[in-house]
């Protein structure tokens, strides 16, 4: 679907260039946008060895497996049918760390791992479990302390101050997670019974 709502925008835009007689701004964009793209992408490229560099740094000294620790008794609690000794666990507290420290590119490969883990765990494959649920939940709402990712975007792009978004970034990604964690477990524990017996 995605795909084609691009194809849409991308045959929209020449068709209006075309209209209004200036279809040479469509070459000169592509070849100026390919540029652009070309070094933004070279500067996300220093900025991810950069941050996956300092998060094998830190995973070696231990940092990764303290943050682990503190976050375990939360993870616990938010997935309280995982038992805690299973490897989906294990994958779930390395992807909202990775995500805490900004790297969503790192956090996708153990957030994948966790989905595969908990598939495990489903007695019902084709229908998602609460955990499942609860886990996509929480990896997509992940607060976010360091976001490197989109300081590097920032820096590619020329901003003047990059870092800037920093404190605006916590708020809103701790709000949200706050906020998407409590529905969930709103919906699972109080509202979803009722739910089904007004679908019966």
């Known amino acids: 679907m995605l795909n084609l709502i691009w194809l849409i925008m991308i045959l929209g835009g020449i068709a209006a260039a075309a209209f209004n007689g200036r279809i040479d701004l469509v070459t000169e964009s592509l070849f100026s946008s390919a540029n652009e793209a070309v070094n933004v992408c070279l500067g996300l490229i220093g900025l991810m060895t950069l941050w996956l560099g300092i998060l094998e740094v830190a995973k070696q000294a ?13 993870v616990a609690r938010l997935f309280p049918d995982v038992p805690p000794d299973h490897p989906a666990m294990g994958s779930i507290i390395m992807n909202i760390s990775a995500n805490i420290l900004g790297l969503g590119n790192a956090a996708t490969p153990f957030g994948l791992k966790a989905m595969d883990e908990l598939q495990k765990l489903n007695p019902h494959p084709d229908t998602a479990t609460d955990a499942m649920c609860t886990f996509l939940a929480a990896n997509t709402s992940c607060i976010v302390l360091v976001p490197a990712t989109i300081v590097g975007i920032r820096v590619a792009a020329g901003s003047a101050n990059p870092s800037e978004i920093v404190g605006p970034t916590m708020f809103v990604t701790g709000f949200t997670m706050f906020t998407i964690l409590l529905l969930d477990y709103c919906w699972r524990n109080f509202f979803r019974d009722k739910y089904r017996r007004r679908r019966k």
Request: glycine fraction near 16%.
């Open 62 to 74: 231990g940092f990764i497996r303290f943050l682990g620790r503190l976050l375990r008794p939360i």
